[in-house]
Nanobody
Framework: QVQLVESGGGLVQAGGSLRLSCAASGRTFSSYAMGWFSQAPGKEREFVAAISWSGVSTKYADSVRGRFTISRDNAKNTVYLQMNSLKPEDTAVYYC???????????????????????WGQGTQVTVSS
């Protein structure tokens, strides 16, 4: 069982930055691919970014590429989402997620789908004002 706890959300002006953190429990965190998703009111949860178990490979949604950076520190069981140049349309609840298939590679688009992950955090609110 893996528990995920997000933090770092808040209110920021457009053009500002936030860094989200997701702390994971469990000794096998370093073998899990991790993802970040966002969900705006009235919309479906959508893919933002993913990182492989080793941290070598990262994937991004087109809407955030070049502005957001996903990273992980396996020694701290934590994954991060650095969010720069924030826009009002980035306003959403952000969730981190873990894939329990040890060492799974990004060989297909599974990492963009919510059903590609087995564990979810409770979410952290990000609000970007114009």
């Amino acid at each position: 069982q893996v528990q995920l706890v997000e933090s770092g959300g808040g209110l920021v002006q457009a053009g500002g930055s936030l860094r989200l953190s997701c702390a994971a429990s469990g000794r096998t965190f370093s073998s899990y691919a991790m993802g970040w998703f966002s969900q705006a009111p009235g919309k479906e949860r959508e893919f933002v970014a993913a990182i492989s178990w080793s941290g070598v490979s990262t994937k991004y949604a087109d809407s955030v590429r070049g502005r957001f950076t996903i990273s992980r520190d396996n020694a701290k069981n934590t994954v991060y989402l650095q969010m720069n140049s924030l826009k009002p349309e980035d306003t959403a609840v952000y969730y981190c997620a873990a894939d329990s298939q040890s060492g799974r590679a990004f060989g297909s688009s599974w990492y963009t789908r919510t059903n590609g992950y087995d564990y979810w955090g409770q979410g952290t609110q990000v609000t970007v004002s114009s």
